[in-house]
């Protein structure tokens, strides 16, 4: 093994500072030597500073409202379980919190014991049935009273309008006005593209046609309104990058 | 004979350790949280967007990154209740984050090869604006890259967590999660071609 296949595997380690003392010695000294190695240092080191001034990217605006309009579905769907789910639900992050996993004596253990208790319920509900000839017979209800002649009659039964804490309704109208808003950012985007698109070459309005074609038909074969969301984002992408594009070409003076 | 004098120290990569983000104490704020106090909820939203969108935005690129970021926040929200605090909040909403990029990724995958989401001729995700060439270059490269290298590279370079916390994140070792970055950059480097910095 030359001196070069021993000294490049610590190269990454070098320069994140996790060699010191002696091996850090042996790195640099290499390094001083080698013209090879020295020029790979300078490319991961270059690699490593690019890689840690990358810009942040940005979240879009609507993420924060769809995490919202998630958590209250899923709030929404948790007030509708049975009580016995929520329970369940319960032991079971309780579980998971205390990384309890049952053992295969532990289930077998559980399944005895439910399967008597099941046992036992079954017996006492044949024990405690009376027999046919004994069941109680229905009695017929006392006579009430009429009621008075000066009493108020019964108030209508009117439907109480829905409460204004009620985000039901709100939170399945959600997913259309999603798509609708992205619609309407495509359709404005377009007229942005459109108005561009006199700068540009045959060649690259017949391609970009192509990708809009392209794009519009994964709109439409989408089937669940997710998938069309998703659709619809990556046409407003591409339309973005074009009308960016020939923004900075302009900027810098060149021609399509 | 090698002249020691060439190059000039100054020359050499050097080394530079990063400094770990330091581990506030969420313990309020979590509290607050799972009241379901809403100024709580957006604080912590807020602190974490940039981080869990930036980090599924590189995984699984600017189309679907929306999405996986949504589907993070809720977790975090509604698993705050398991949360033991065991590690630090951030880790745990980074390692939310991986698995939710990765698991997407998988999903992703799945969907194209049986081909019923229309999405496979699009192309790769465009790099997002940058302030010069060789980030964009690195953007499209890292696109490139195997999942598990592009995780490992946006954890330990871009966000700047330490060995440790990458592999508490990823659940291995520290010598795998020190392997794994330098084979990610090892790729990079392919990627990128030769001379990625200035020439002596």
Redo the contacts between chains.
């Keep these: 093994m030359t001196m070069c296949e021993k000294i490049r595997?610590q190269?990454?380690?070098?320069?994140?500072?996790?060699?010191a003392d002696d091996p850090?010695s042996v790195v640099?000294g290499h390094?001083?030597?080698c013209a090879a190695c020295?020029?790979?240092?300078?490319?991961?080191?270059?690699?490593?500073d690019?890689?840690?001034?990358?810009?942040?990217?940005?979240?879009?605006a609507?993420?924060?409202a769809?995490?919202r309009g998630?958590?209250a579905a899923?709030e929404v769907a948790d007030a509708r379980k049975p009580r016995w789910r929520r329970h369940a639900a319960r032991w079971g992050?309780?579980a998971?919190?205390m990384r309890w996993v049952p053992t295969m004596r532990q289930l077998a253990t559980a399944s005895l014991v439910a399967a008597a208790a099941i046992a036992v319920f079954t017996w006492r509900g044949q024990v405690g049935n009376p027999p046919p000839d004994r069941i109680a017979q229905p009695q017929p209800e006392p006579q009430r009273p009429p009621p008075p002649q000066h009493a108020l009659p019964a108030p209508a039964i009117v439907p109480s309008p829905p409460s204004a804490d009620d985000v039901t309704a709100d939170l399945i109208a959600e997913p259309a006005r999603t798509t609708a808003t992205y619609a309407r950012a495509i359709e404005e985007l377009m007229t942005v593209a459109e108005e561009t698109r006199a700068r540009w070459s045959d060649g690259d309005k017949a391609a970009f046609d192509a990708h809009i074609a392209?794009?519009r038909?994964?709109i439409t074969?989408?089937g669940p309104p997710?998938?069309v969301q998703?659709?619809q984002?990556?046409l407003i992408?591409?339309l973005q990058?074009a009308v960016?594009r020939d923004d900075v070409m302009l900027a810098s003076g060149g021609t399509r | 004979m090698t002249d020691l004098a060439e190059p000039a120290p100054a020359a050499l990569a050097e080394p530079r350790t990063r400094v770990s983000a330091t581990l506030a104490d969420d313990a309020h704020l979590i509290a607050a949280c799972r009241r379901g106090e809403a100024r709580a909820m957006e604080m912590l939203y807020h602190q974490y967007k940039r981080r869990v969108f930036g980090m599924a935005h590189r995984i699984v690129g600017g189309s679907d990154a929306e999405e996986v970021a949504q589907e993070v926040f809720v977790r975090v929200f509604r698993g705050l209740a398991s949360f033991r605090g065991d590690s630090a909040l951030s880790t745990w909403i980074y390692r939310l984050t991986v698995n939710a990029a990765l698991s997407h990724l998988a999903r992703r995958g799945r969907r194209q090869e049986i081909g019923d989401d229309g999405l496979t001729e699009l192309p790769a995700p465009q790099p997002a604006e940058r302030d010069s060439a060789l980030a964009a270059r690195i953007e499209t490269a890292m696109a490139q890259l195997p999942a598990g290298y592009r995780a490992i590279l946006v954890l330990h370079d871009i966000e700047g967590l330490s060995h440790e916390e990458c592999a508490a994140i990823l659940d291995c070792r520290i010598g795998t999660c020190k392997s794994q970055l330098h084979k990610a950059r090892a790729r990079m480097r392919e990627l990128l071609g030769p001379n990625i910095g200035p020439t002596p």
Excluded at chain 1, 12 to 19: F, I, R, S, V
């Design positions: 595997p190269l990454t380690a070098y320069l994140d500072g996790e060699l850090g640099r390094l001083r030597e020295r020029q790979i240092a300078r490319d991961e080191a270059a690699l490593r690019a890689l840690r001034m990358l810009a942040p990217v940005d979240p879009p609507s993420l924060w769809g995490v998630q958590l899923a992050r309780w998971r919190s392209g794009l038909d994964a074969r989408a997710r998938a998703r659709a984002r990556s992408r591409y990058g960016v």
